[in-house]
């Protein structure tokens, strides 16, 4: 069992930026890829990125390339989320997430995961 705690959450206006966090335990974070995903009230959790072991590969939902950043420090066993430019529809409780199996696989749906954080709100103003 892995245990992953996000922060850096809050309220911005858009076209501000916020960093979040999140912090893994209970397993060796080198070796799993990890990802960000996102939901909204009533929607479904959607998918905002995911980076491989070493941080050598990621991948961005459309709607965020360009704008947000993954990246992690495996010395720290954290994963961060950059969010630059942000805009009313990017309000969300955004979630961290390890994955099921060798952890080599940078899965884009939620099913390619096992390992979830608490989620942490953020929200944007117009």
């Known amino acids: 069992q892995v245990q992953l705690v996000e922060s850096g959450g809050g309220l911005v206006q858009a076209g501000g930026s916020l960093r979040l966090s999140c912090a893994a335990s209970?397993?060796?974070?080198?070796?799993?890829?990890m990802g960000w995903f996102r939901q909204a009230p009533g929607k479904e959790r959607e998918f905002v990125a995911v980076i491989s072991t070493t941080g050598g590969t990621t991948y961005y939902a459309d709607s965020v390339k360009g704008r947000f950043t993954i990246s992690r420090d495996n010395a720290k066993n954290t994963v961060y989320l950059q969010m630059n430019s942000l805009k009313p529809e990017d309000t969300a409780v955004y979630y961290c997430?390890?994955?099921?199996?060798?952890?080599?696989?940078?899965?884009?749906?939620?099913?390619?995961?096992?390992?979830w954080g608490q989620g942490t709100q953020v929200t944007v103003s117009s």
């Open positions: 997430a390890a994955p099921k199996g060798s952890g080599r696989v940078l899965y884009t749906t939620q099913n390619g995961y096992d390992y």
């Open positions: 209970g397993r060796t974070f080198s070796n799993y890829a």
